[in-house]
């Protein structure tokens, strides 16, 4: 059974940081891209980050680019969501996503269907 499972969400303050992990199971990992997506109270859900399954270059919202780090551990199974300076804004349920392409994540509108979700998990950041 494909499963994603995430954790790390909580409460910071501002300008904070804070690690989210998420943890496939099985042979889903080895080929798929793996990803980040949140949806922030009252709002639609939205792409954040992405990572190949070799690694490799990242892809980032723009939102993301400079404050987000998304990285994956292929031994332990893992994928990292570092998110340093955290603002208000980001407070959201953040997903863990699995795919076949980059694309289906990087061009994703809500509603669109990706292979593998997670629960989610919450992260509140207050000022």
């Known amino acids: 059974q494909r499963q994603l499972v995430e954790s790390g969400g909580g409460s910071v303050q501002t300008g904070e940081s804070l690690r989210l992990s998420c943890t496939a199971s099985?042979?889903?990992?080895?080929?798929?891209?793996l990803g980040w997506f949140r949806q922030p109270p009252g709002k639609e859900r939205e792409f954040v980050a992405a990572?190949?399954?070799?690694?490799?270059?990242?892809y980032y919202s723009e939102f993301a680019q400079g404050r987000f780090d998304v990285s994956r551990d292929n031994t332990e199974n893992i994928v990292y969501l570092q998110m340093n300076n955290l603002k208000p804004e980001d407070t959201a349920v953040y997903y863990c996503?699995?795919?076949?392409?980059?694309?289906?994540?990087?061009?994703?509108?809500?509603?669109?269907?990706?292979?593998?979700w997670g629960q989610g998990t919450l992260v509140t950041v207050s000022s």
């Open positions: 996503a699995a795919d076949r392409y980059v694309t289906a994540m990087t061009s994703y509108k809500p509603g669109a269907f990706l292979d593998v």
């Open positions: 099985g042979r889903l990992f080895r080929s798929y891209v």
């Open positions: 990572v190949g399954w070799s690694g490799g270059e990242p």
